[in-house]
């Protein structure tokens, strides 16, 4: 579904992704973790068109991503992406916020879009709040917005990038909950997440990502519990026991 052959990255001079090369199948989750500055976020940021990248390819479903072809707005639309803040528009209600893709984007009609909206909303256990706006909304309820946001989009694939590492930690099991539903459904996610316990449970493989390569990948449970390299370990470990 998602193919990384040999992707190249840099800002200016600087390389942050050093030919990655990894395969997501239809339906998989896969986390992927890494310490910061590593270029989590940039590799994701690729995958829809985020960000350029000059050497390699990446390809969904058979096609081709490059942020300056004009079908670039075409793979926004297949593979949504969840933000550690949200990005939730504030001038507009919960309700609206999930309507807005759809009917501007894919142009699809009101009345079928609101109704889709209200069950997607109801999905992450948010009926009741349809017509609040974000900022009266607390952290785990604007992310389960912004999922069904995503959600809505009817995406092929989705992203997230540290989606809980900004909530209050009482609110990290809702979100997780939400994830682990969409995982059960067979949703293709690709998760950048410090939540190890959440990626040994949910998700099918894990990459360990550390100065723009992928250092280590395999089995979720294979490479949390025996990870093979010395990076890797001393990364779980600092990321299991922090001081
Ligand atoms: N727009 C940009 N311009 C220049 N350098 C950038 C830009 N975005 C990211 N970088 C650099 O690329 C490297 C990787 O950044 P990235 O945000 O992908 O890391 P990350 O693994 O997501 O880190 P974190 O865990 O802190 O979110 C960093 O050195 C960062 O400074
Ligand atoms: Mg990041």
Known sequence: ????????????????????????????????????????????????????????RISIDGTVVDAASPQVHTICTR??????????????????????????????????????AMALLNRVGLADKTNAYPASLSGGQQQRVAIARALAMRPQAILFDEPT???????????????RALADENMTMLVVTHEIQFAREVSDSVLFLDGGRIVE??????????????????????????V
């Open 165 to 179: 590492s900004a909530l209050d930690p009482e609110m990290v099991g809702e979100v997780l909950q939400v994830m």
């Open 217 to 242: 990948q395999g089995p979720a449970k294979e490479l949390l519990r025996h990870p093979k390299h010395e990076r890797t370990k001393d990364f779980l470990h600092r990321v299991m026991h922090p």
């Open 1 to 56: 579904m998602i193919i990384f052959d040999d992707v190249h990255k840099s800002f200016g001079l600087h390389e942050v992704l050093k030919g990655i090369n990894a395969e997501i199948a239809k339906g998989q989750v896969v986390c992927l973790i890494g310490p910061s500055g590593s270029g989590k976020s940039t590799l994701l940021r690729c995958v829809n068109g985020l960000e350029n990248y000059q050497r390699g």
């Open 79 to 116: 593979v949504s992406m969840v933000f550690q803040r949200f990005n939730l528009f504030p001038h507009r209600t919960a309700l609206e916020n999930v309507m807005e893709g759809p009917l501007y984007v894919l142009k699809e009609n009101r009345k079928q879009v609101r109704e889709r």
